[in-house]
């Protein structure tokens, strides 16, 4: 099957065919998370949406090195409140070394992305493992004329960039409007124009992560890193580039003059943005008291959660809405996602256990090519679900014996959901991704209460026992009750 995979390109404002520049293989650089605390909704949404296109890259046959980065050293930049360097000003207040706090949260935000079934990216590569490309980069900046050096930090010269390029392509913005819109901050006395940028930054005395550098000692400006390891891995020009919208200005801005200037020309051909989830219609902010984390999500233990919400839940609740569109999180629409979620696992459930007739009373639609167009226009997961969702009304109804469904379409029906649910969508069809799908196995444990339930009846104690004991050894936790016996997993 020919495929026309439309991509919504920022850079262009238009969908465009994705072509990769080299035949086979696909480029993509994610920007990943900063990691001095938990992963929160904020963190789930690019890497879900990304990890979909790496998936559908990889069905469509392509070998894709997907990069997605650790920032690891600080940044200054949205560092409003003290402007100290976040992940050492964790270290000092936890009384840790730096990179204890940085392997502390990676660990946690791993865990957290295994369970939402984000897959792995290629290579993960950490700001802090990358100290001499950057220095190597700035110096190329440097040597090109688009920065300077000041009191040991060196600055990009914006001013000079837009005179022979154009600053702001990315954003729709203009230089003008930009400098009308950009305070005075402390310490910018350094720069010769406020929209300046650090490439390189002078450590204060009280700053402790800090590495030597022609200009100073010190720590690279947070723009650098995506740049020099963008580059890195995936050569001076490479096909994608994603991540949150909140990234496309400054940070994203900032890489494309950074590549321009070092290079001489850009390095992404397709930008691509997933847009923001709010919850109850708020941003989301710890100074707005609705800051959930994504562990909070799972065990329900955030005062704004009703209940908690299995990974798969989030994961569908996010797939459900269009990666540029806005997401708004609420406890109904998130208890909405799980009935959805339930109902499509109940499907794919009884497509397991039908038995297929001797021919189909009924013409299938073409669900598959229906899901294909979807993906191929701009990632549309939502008509996906829907379509996935039409296929369960034929499941059900063949179910209660309305119609037949031969061999042949139970197959394409099952190939359907194994290619489209669980390899794209990534969901996961079993465990704790709902009750449905644990039927098989709590029938089984129901049967061994029946059994014990018939011997205890009959005084046959050493089966009866032999069950319990048994059952209390491979963790369960069996109570008989008034109304019978009620077990659980300790
Ligand atoms: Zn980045």
Redesign the pocket.
């Given at each position: 099957m020919e495929h026309n995979l439309l991509l919504y390109n920022t850079l262009h404002r238009q969908k465009e065919l994705f072509k990769p520049l080299h035949e086979g293989h696909v480029g993509m650089y994610v920007?990943g998370p900063t990691v001095y605390g938990d992963a929160h909704l904020g963190h789930a949404r690019p890497a879900i949406t990304f990890d979909v296109l790496f998936r559908y890259l990889r069905h469509l046959g392509y070998r894709v090195r997907y990069v997605r980065?650790i920032t690891d050293v600080g940044h200054l930049e949205h560092d409003a409140d003290s402007g100290e360097d976040k992940i050492a000003k964790k270290a000092r207040l936890e009384q840790l070394e730096p990179m204890e706090v940085v392997q502390l949260y990676l660990n946690r935000y791993h865990r957290d992305m295994e369970a939402l079934n984000v897959l792995p990216p290629s290579i993960e590569p950490h700001a802090s493992g990358h100290l001499i490309e950057q220095i190597a980069y700035v110096q190329k900046i440097l040597d090109a004329g688009y920065a300077y050096e000041s009191n040991g930090s060196v600055y990009f010269d914006v001013e000079k960039f837009n005179r022979d390029h154009h600053y702001g392509k990315l954003s729709g913005r203009n230089i003008d409007e930009l400098r009308n819109e950009t305070r005075t901050l402390d310490g910018q006395e350094e720069k010769r124009n406020p929209l300046d940028f650090a490439l390189w930054k002078k450590a204060s005395p009280e700053h402790i992560m800090h590495w030597p550098s022609p200009w100073s000692e010190g720590f690279p400006g947070w723009h650098l890193?995506?740049s020099t390891m963008g580059e890195k891995y995936l050569g001076d020009t490479f096909d994608i580039h994603g991540?949150g919208l909140d990234?496309m200005f400054p940070?994203h801005e900032c890489?494309i003059a950074q590549s321009v200037a070092a290079q001489g020309h850009e390095a992404v051909r397709y930008w691509l943005h997933n847009n923001m989830i709010t919850i109850n219609g708020k941003k989301m902010g710890k100074s707005y008291g609705n800051f959930i984390t994504l562990e909070q999500f799972y065990d329900g233990s955030h005062p704004a959660l009703t209940q908690a919400y299995s990974p798969m839940v989030i994961r569908f609740f996010i797939l459900q809405a269009h990666y540029r569109s806005t997401v708004d999180f609420s406890n109904e629409a998130l208890q909405g996602a799980e009935k959805a979620l339930q109902k499509m696992l109940d499907g794919y459930r009884r497509l397991q256990s039908l038995m297929p007739a001797e021919a189909s009373s009924v013409e299938l639609p073409d669900f598959a090519t229906r899901c294909y167009e979807a993906l191929d226009d701009d990632l549309n997961t939502p008509m996906v679900i829907a379509t996935l969702f039409d296929a369960c009304r034929y499941i059900n109804q063949a179910a209660d014996g309305q119609i037949k469904l031969s061999a042949e379409d139970l197959s394409k029906l099952r190939h359907l959901f194994d290619v489209f649910l669980v390899d794209l969508l990534g969901v996961k069809v079993a465990s704790e991704a709902g009750g449905a799908s644990m039927a098989p196995f709590e029938g089984a444990v129901d049967l061994l209460m029946e059994i014990r339930g018939n011997a205890k009846a009959a005084k046959d104690w050493a089966t009866s026992d032999l069950i319990r004991n048994k059952m209390a050894e491979l963790g369960f936790d069996i109570k008989d009750t008034k109304q019978g016996v009620e077990w659980k997993l300790k």
């Open positions: 920007c980065n890193e995506c991540g990234l940070h890489e």
